[in-house]
């Protein structure tokens, strides 16, 4: 099953090439008609422009079959298609934001993701506490400006959900900012998508007993061990708070244009799975309407 969800992304790899609006597809079908025009002989009136129909050779003048020259009409169709839908991304934009309990395998998820994109094509955005500049303007305007263009894709490793989550429990804004906050994260997310964005929202949650067993994993571990701090002991004992952040978040925050997705995280392989499987559903429905 996680081949087949890493390998429908793989294969939007390179219809997501969006670089001057026509992408890898495109020099494919194009480098496919040339060589079949190559082999056929000229004034053979069999190949023309609007395709590969009906063509008869008399013999093998080239030395080349006719199953050898010309591809299945099925396969020259999905080219056609695989053209048309990468021009529609260029007018498009993927936003991915991951959120989650400490320790739910957000980072494995994200590398899964960008392992299947043009590396040339994504940006990876941590989000970590405001800086002084940050804190300087209006909320959201550090997300702004992280936005991809058309035919770009930002990853958000954490997000602008901070504010009802984080800065909520630990008090670090007031009652009335976060409450205000869930009406401004609509309004960014309705911007987005009126845009031309796909904004794909995670949540990525495991149990408690779970999280407690990667906590331990992680201490005796070397090469793990940094990914562990008094903070996320210190948020275990919060859990409940956490839990109604989420459960508030997920309710006022989950809209018809920009809904959460709700991923089980106990097992690793089945989260990345159904993560790469949404994207890729979500891509699906934008690229077709």
């Not at 804004?173 to 964005?197: H, S």
Request: aromatic share 8%.
């Amino acid at each position: 099953m996680a081949g087949g969800g890493i390998e429908q992304v793989g294969a939007l790899q390179v219809g997501l090439q969006a670089d001057g609006g026509a992408g890898g597809e495109v020099v494919a079908f194009a480098k496919h008609r040339r060589e079949v025009h190559a082999l056929v002989p000229a004034g053979d009136e069999g190949v023309h422009a609007g395709g590969l129909h009906h063509h008869h050779l008399g013999g093998d003048a080239t030395g080349i079959g006719q199953r050898q020259m010309l591809r299945p009409r099925a396969e020259d169709h999905r080219l056609t298609v695989d053209a048309a839908r990468t021009r529609r991304f260029a007018q498009h934009s993927l936003v991915l934001a991951f959120e989650g309990t400490d320790a739910a395998g957000k980072g494995g998820a994200i590398r899964r993701v960008a392992g299947a994109l043009d590396p040339r094509q994504y940006a990876i955005v941590p989000v970590a506490a405001p800086t002084d500049e940050e804190k300087a303007h209006p909320y959201l305007w550090r997300f702004w400006r992280q936005v991809p263009r058309q035919g770009g894709i930002t990853i958000f490793d954490r997000s602008w959900y901070g504010r009802v989550l984080v800065e909520r429990v630990e008090g670090f804004c007031a009652e009335e900012d976060w409450l205000r906050a869930y009406g401004e994260i609509n309004g960014f997310e309705e911007d987005l998508v009126r845009a031309g964005a796909v904004v794909c929202k995670f949540w990525l949650q495991i149990s408690k007993a779970e999280q407690l067993a990667r906590f331990r994993a992680r201490q005796q571990v070397s090469f793990k061990r940094f990914k562990i701090t008094r903070d996320d002991w210190r948020n275990r004992k919060r859990w409940p708070d956490y839990e109604r952040a989420v459960a508030d978040m997920v309710d006022r925050t989950s809209t018809e244009l920009a809904p959460w997705t709700l991923v089980e995280a106990e097992d690793k392989r089945f989260a990345r799975v159904k993560i790469l499987r949404t994207i890729v559903d979500r891509l699906d429905a934008a690229l077709d309407e």
